[in-house]
């Protein structure tokens, strides 16, 4: 760690030879000279230059950030860094987040799932006004229970000219994802195929990852054309094109996943999507990132190292200060270990029985969440609930009457979903999910608003590598939570990640540098 306030090139100048543990860890820190190594007496001395006269045992040369990944993305993307911070729901991956993360050459996508329409075009607005030219994504979720949030989101999308969308929690395809992608679709001048709308799509299962790895399904570009939402010739572009431009492979994250390891998982589909490109011989292969678990430089480098063209990060972005959630979550955050983990029932899926992975430390939301759904699974409705059971659950999690709670649901999916009730009035079980809904819809806003009477009821999206983030920077001004920053974050990442791969080269030369050189720690920049 460089003392504060000390910058690498002073404290070592490009033509100096280093000898003592300080000096030769700022040469090795120092990415944009190469290194040159001397022994002498089994002593190491590391230069920038080659030294007259003397033969050096190894080099290697300088190694930029910049350089980690697939080039593609950065280009394609507009961004300086195989990077990007993925979208944490309920506007968590906030509007500051987007733009502070884009004006420093990094991709971030807006977490707009599980907000109003008006908020999330509030949000277009504002990013846009910031980031005339990018970069910037925003999130789209699939909603099996609620499609009509889904197909008003690809409207606002289309409507403001959103030009990359993170497609998220998908199971299956849907005639809204292909449509938002097909609308895209032109020839240049060229008579080259121009993707306009770009489409990250953020998997954890093979046979999802295909569906985007393949062309649009044809039943729902026909459908398309007939209702007049894109043209015949962008049908027939669509069924040169994958669906997506990019696939993350998401591991064991926060929120949905499947918990998966990420070094079983993204070998196979960097394999699934080499399968498919010999088989459709796209003119652009579909890039594989990494996401869940990436916490350290360690991790990220292991990604790189596995094949990804780029990495996503989601966990370690909650706790920072642009993230749009409350303080007092923002310290529990800081304070979590990798066992602080749990899997909850959530509130969008809850009739599927799907889990999001949450912080359990500091909230009783969890044990909460699965009474609720064992409730639901053994009973046809509210009314089957004994009533001392319902007596717990009014006094306990709700703090109000069951049907008061009806009623203040009513009132929200008369403005966001009317089909919602609908559906709902005949049918006892499906009124049931929505009351319980209440409480896991509510939880996630209580902990990012900060409601000081809701603290044991905070639902908080967050996979183990926020406690691999908290160790690696115990010790350092990023340990506090009120110092860390999401772009000082990614620079220590992926510069982290760009100085192992600096020692890892020296290694592979024969080199055993003592344990003292072989972590990076976060400095003031």
Known sequence: MLPQGTSIATLNPPDSIAFDHAGIQQKLLDLHQPCYVFLKNNQIRISHQPIEGIQAQMMVNAI???KLGDRSFLDFHGVDYAYA???MAGGIASETL????????????FGSAGLVPQRVEKAILQIQQALP????????????SEEALEQGAVELYLKHGVRTIEASAYMDLTPHIVRYRAAGLHLNSQGEIQTQNKVIAKISRAEVAQKFLQPAPLKFLKSLVEQGYITPLQAALAEKVPLADDITVEADSGGHTDNRSLVCLLPSIIALRDEIQRQYHYEHPVRVGAAGGIGTPEAALAAFMMGASYIVTGSINHSCIEAGTSDHTKQLLAQASMADMVMAPCADMFEMGVKV????RGSLFPMRAQKLYDLYKTYGGIEEI???IRQTLETQIFRKNLDQVWDETVAYFSQRDPEQIARANNNPKRKMALIFRWYLGLSSRWSTSGDEQRQMDYQIWCGPAMGSFNEWVRGSYLEL????TVVDVATHIMQGAAYLYRLQNLKLQGLNLPSQYCYYRPFHV
């Open 64 to 66: 930029l950030p910049q």
């Open 85 to 87: 911070a993925g979208a």
């Open 98 to 109: 987007v733009i502070a993360l884009g004006k420093a050459g990094f991709l971030a996508s």
């Open 133 to 144: 030219t990018g970069p910037y994504a925003f999130n789209l979720i699939h909603s099996p």
């Open 357 to 360: 992975q949450l912080l359990k």
């Open 386 to 388: 004994p009533p001392e």
């Open 481 to 484: 939570p009120e110092n860390r």
